[in-house]
């Protein structure tokens, strides 16, 4: 690990003030303390952001909730109103990790999260990620738990997060304080896909500050859930999954949100799936046949080709668990 | 998997060699690799790299003074800003009860209670524990008297190498007092943050569902 500077900060704008200078915002730590012991990450200043008031979880007026960015992973899995308004969040988060490190981690840290491919956390492989230039080890290298969707020549990265899928399904808004005031991003919009550029991840201004997450109302009664596929039962990063949320009344679903995880190198929304079970009845064929297209505009590596069947069959079956018809 | 660094900092154990003068491990490995080191920093004192004392000054790496409290007792250190906690506890507090696995939260060895809550120490950097309770596998017991989870793991002889037994241990601590103990299943899938290479997991949960069921 690198040598590096340590300050703590009590209130919004002093945080800002010190990310715009070039300090590196810490919450739990477990993703960025891990990656500057390999050396990966080497800030040279680094800004303890959890003294500030982020830590609530309120109800918008618009009747949707507004997460707290320093809200710990727990808590906001065990939050009552977290859970009877959207189980695809909770469930997204006890999902992921293990009990100590959702203890840690927060949601602003949770959708900063980088990416678990092992030649980014190598410092000896080539990774345009984190040396811009210098090439892709996995692009035809042992690619078996990468992306099959957003990906580019310069890098085929899985973005890692559980809950950011929920986020993308939910259609949620970043909540972003900067040098220039507020701002609010749509999900599908903050966490970019690599391009010619992996090295940018998110649409962070300098010296922005994730100060909460957004989920906005949704028609009730919404039915909501998230399936994570893996090598083991506990404690591992998604193979692929779904989270799944659906609005149906008078047997009809009016309202779809899917997205699914694993797969993309964002949260990758399916917009074709939704769009295939709106107006339409539950029934097996029906998500059968939504779930189809899950994998459109999949490209498969060598050793990921399993996904593209895998993804379809997840999502048709989290379908089939939410939609509650057999 | 981790070793003793060689600059190891473990103070001198209290009392070794006054009122017990068998040498146990522990005393063994910080006498030896105390001598080993003095050797090495000896070589590195007289290299022409380090020998004027400003460079050795301008490349200080920065330092911070923490004040927390471990098993109830006010602990103040400076530390390298890059120390965890777990190398807190372990080399300069000399408690070693907390182990390093894979010192990167995958293993779940360094599991301790900060502030009431379960968490990976090898993840914690020492710096940012300003005010906080720290209780660790030492600090459980009362007296000669065992916690319960402890005395658990003995009646149902939930380890064999016990390597992850501290952290297992205060893990289910952890476990218990979340309430996530209602079917060996809850407590398998609140506990998968700990890994036991000996596999004593059917004996662990049985362990945790023994104390949690006392409660």
């Known amino acids: 690990m690198h040598p590096f500077s340590y300050t703590r900060v009590s209130d919004t704008r002093e945080a800002v003030d010190a990310g715009r200078r070039g300090g590196r915002y810490i919450a739990g730590g477990t993703t960025l303390v891990d990656l500057m012991r390999e050396t990966v990450e080497r800030p040279e200043t680094l800004v303890d952001i959890t003294g500030l008031p982020l830590g609530e979880i309120t109800a918008t007026e618009r009747g949707g909730l507004r997460i707290g960015a320093l809200v710990t992973m727990s808590e906001a899995a065990a939050h009552a109103k977290v859970r009877t308004l959207y189980p695809v969040v909770s469930e997204a988060l006890e999902l992921s990790a293990s009990a100590q490190l959702r203890n840690m981690a927060t949601i602003g840290g949770n959708i900063m999260q980088r990416t678990r491919c092992t030649y980014f956390r190598d410092v000896t492989a080539d990774c345009n990620k984190r040396d811009p230039g210098s090439g892709c080890a996995a692009l035809h290298g042992v690619n078996r738990t990468h992306a099959i969707l957003g990906t580019s020549g310069a890098c085929v990265a899985t973005h890692p997060s559980d809950v950011a899928v929920a986020f993308a399904a939910l259609e949620a808004r970043v909540h972003l304080l900067g040098p220039d005031g507020t701002r609010r991003v749509p999900f599908s919009d903050f966490l970019l896909r690599p391009g010619s550029t992996p090295q940018r991840e998110q649409a962070l201004l300098k010296g922005e500050l994730i100060t909460a997450v957004e989920i906005p109302a949704l028609p009730r009664p919404l039915r909501s859930g998230y399936l994570k596929v893996r090598d083991r039962q506990s404690y591992e990063f998604a193979l692929t999954s779904a989270a799944v949320a659906l609005h149906i009344r008078g047997g009809v679903i009016r309202e779809a949100r899917v997205a699914a995880g694993g797969v993309g190198t964002v949260p990758w929304k399916l917009p074709a799936v939704e769009r295939h079970l709106v107006g339409e009845r539950p029934s097996g064929a029906l998500w059968s046949a939504a779930a189809a297209k899950a994998s459109d505009g999949a490209r498969p590596l060598q050793h990921n080709r399993f996904k593209v069947e895998l993804l379809k069959r997840t999502v048709e079956r989290q379908l089939r668990v939410v939609g509650g018809t057999k | ?215």
């Open chain 2, 1 to 215: 998997m981790s070793t003793e660094p060689p600059e190891s900092a473990v103070p001198p154990p209290t009392g070794a060699g006054e009122s017990s003068p068998a040498p146990t491990r522990r005393t063994f490995i910080a006498t030896t690799t105390a001598v080993g080191g003095a050797v090495v920093a000896g070589g590195v004192i007289g290299g022409p790299l380090l020998s004027d004392p400003e460079a050795v000054a301008a490349q200080a790496p920065p330092t911070s003074r923490v004040s927390l409290t471990v098993n109830g007792t006010r602990r103040t250190a400076t530390v390298d800003n890059r120390t965890s906690l777990l190398d807190l506890l372990r080399e300069h507090f000399g408690l070693t009860g907390a182990k390093k696995g894979c010192n990167a939260g995958a293993c779940g060895a360094c599991t301790v209670l900060v502030d009431g809550h379960r968490v990976n120490s090898c993840l914690t950097l020492a710096v940012r524990l300003e005010g906080a309770e720290v209780t660790t596998i030492e600090g459980l017991a009362e007296g000669d008297r065992l916690h319960p989870l402890q005395q658990a793991f003995i009646d149902q002889d939930a380890f064999q190498c016990g390597y992850c037994t501290p952290g297992q241990i205060v893990s289910g601590v952890g476990c218990i007092k979340e309430g996530h103990t209602g079917s060996p299943e809850e407590i398998r899938e609140w506990m998968s943050g700990n890994i036991c290479r000996c596999g004593c997991y059917v004996k662990i949960v049985r362990a945790v569902e023994q104390t949690a069921g006392r409660k």
